[in-house]
């Protein structure tokens, strides 16, 4: 099942492939009734969406409609796609902020990419990696190729972070 919402109004558009092309700017919601983080994220993206009224936002239940999620190239939920006619110009996975939100619907409605941003998580996961790598590199006698891979990947990672910041 896909809605649609724009400036508040709420329609039903059946899921086939002729909804697929639409001619304006659109972000498709795609989440499953299940997914915890998709019910947390889903008052923000409407919020945010409220907020851009030149925006389509639809709706997509992949676990109704699989053709759909295949269309879309849905491998994980939540995710965000920002189309303008039939061309992608974005995408976000995963449990986003409001920041996030606010610069994809932004982005999406100009017609450009949004600008990528590493998650907390992501970041943290990256400064772990360089960090253990940098280990097994001590470790390892020292591997110098470990030591400037894991340094690296931690720079990138703290990176991430202060870019978050701003």
């Given at each position: 099942m896909i809605e649609g919402t724009s400036g508040g109004s709420v329609e039903d558009i059946a899921p086939s492939p002729a909804t697929s092309a639409s001619p304006g700017a659109r972000v498709v919601l795609a989440e499953t009734p299940w997914c915890v983080e998709c019910k947390r994220m889903a008052p923000l993206v409407e919020t945010v969406a409220a907020a851009h009224p030149g925006l389509l936002l639809q709706r997509v239940d992949v676990s109704t409609d699989p053709t759909r999620?295949?269309?879309l190239r849905v491998m994980a939920t939540p995710t965000?796609?920002?189309?303008v006619g039939d061309s992608e110009v974005g995408r976000l996975t995963g449990r986003r902020g409001r920041e996030d939100l606010e610069d994809f619907f932004a982005a999406t409605e100009s017609g450009i990419h949004p600008p990528s941003r590493a998650s907390r998580t992501e970041a943290?996961?990256?400064?772990?990696?360089?960090?253990?790598?940098?280990?097994?590199g001590v470790l390892a006698g020292p591997s110098w190729p470990l030591l400037g891979l894991g340094t690296v990947l931690s720079g990138y990672g703290l990176l991430g972070l202060l870019l978050r910041g701003r």
């Open positions: 999620a295949r269309e965000l796609i920002g189309l943290a996961l990256q400064i772990a990696a360089g960090a253990l790598l940098v280990v097994l």
